[in-house]
């Protein structure tokens, strides 16, 4: 059963329905410097006492610092999304400022944000694209692909979507590894230049609490914070396009807007969680039209019956789409392994 079925929901809307879809979002595009700054405040000022407050109890009890991350960690990944409005410059009216505030939640996360930027809006211009994969999404090989592989191949596939790599390896594969300037950046272009300015601002954080308050207190608090927040991150998106309805077209088939409404998720999260995660939750909007600021997100979609016929998952629903790994062209479902056990495989 499909995950959209299993929750009732209606079946995704026709290309003819999605088109002018502009004029349908352009009315929520609009910036608000009072909703921008309420929401600055009521992220970065409690992440901040609760990194205090965490610092605090380290003479008392680390299982109490370690308790606090949790909603520390929330509060961080909401500072993402901040960020994240700023990337796609819709969460202030100003470019300038959505570049300033972009870099500073940039430096607050650990994510140079010029880098994270360009290779973000790559992963909006190629999602469900078969032809275009590997630009800021989950690597996901079709059934025949992954058949064709050896069995180094598949197996070195395998431990890629594994739930380990994916949700506990792969944000510190992020902070240490895909979040360095990247090599690939033209020296001629002004991102690499932010990203390493981004990068020299991290380190500096980071050395500068070191000095204060010694480098064990600094791993000991910000560690784990770092790691919860990237893990929550890497679910979030994972379950925003790895589900069994899914949208993957060659490209010569490929329609943006298609890609929008079938190949990303609607997050239903109690409404505490999506306050916390930025509405992200609302992704199939987002990704039709990323000039909407998260705090225009909700209404956006409640407004628009178009924008509500799409594949709704709950988070007991969500679980089950870690078991999919593969894009079964021929049945137009992501499958698991398990339905290959009858399907032939190379030496």
Known sequence: MSTSAAVGVQAAPTP???????????????????????????????LGALVALMYAMLDVSYWI???????????????????HDCGHGSFVPSRRANEVIGFITGAITLTPFAQWRRDH????????????????????????EYLARSRWGRLKYRL???????FVLGPIFLLF???????????????????RATTAAIVAIVVAFALAIGWQAVLLVYGPIILIAGATGNWLFYVQHQ???????????????????????YYRLPRVLEWMTGRIGLHHVHHLDPKIPNYHLRRCHDENGVLQA????????????ASLKLWDAEHRRMVGFRALRSRPVAA
């Open 310 to 321: 799409v594949t709704v998952l709950t988070i007991r629903e969500s679980i089950r789409t």
């Open 121 to 144: 809006a790559l992963h909006h211009a190629s999602s469900g694209d078969l032809d275009r994969r590997g630009h800021g999404d989950v690597l996901t090989l079709t059934v025949e």
């Open 177 to 195: 590894v895909r979040h360095l300037p990247a090599a690939g950046i033209a020296l001629t272009t002004k991102t690499k230049i932010e990203s």
């Open 243 to 265: 589900f069994e309805d899914a949208y993957w077209e060659a490209h010569e088939g490929w329609d943006y807007a298609a890609a929008a409404i079938k190949g990303a998720s």
């Open 65 to 83: 610092t370690l308790a606090l991350a949790v909603p520390a960690a929330g509060f961080l990944v909401r500072t993402f999304i901040i960020m």
């Open 16 to 46: 003819s329905a999605l088109r002018g879809w502009q004029s349908t979002t352009a009315p929520y595009r609009a910036s608000s410097t009072t909703r921008a700054a309420v929401q600055l405040c009521t992220t970065i000022l409690p």
């Open 160 to 166: 890629y979507r594994h739930p380990i790599t994916l």
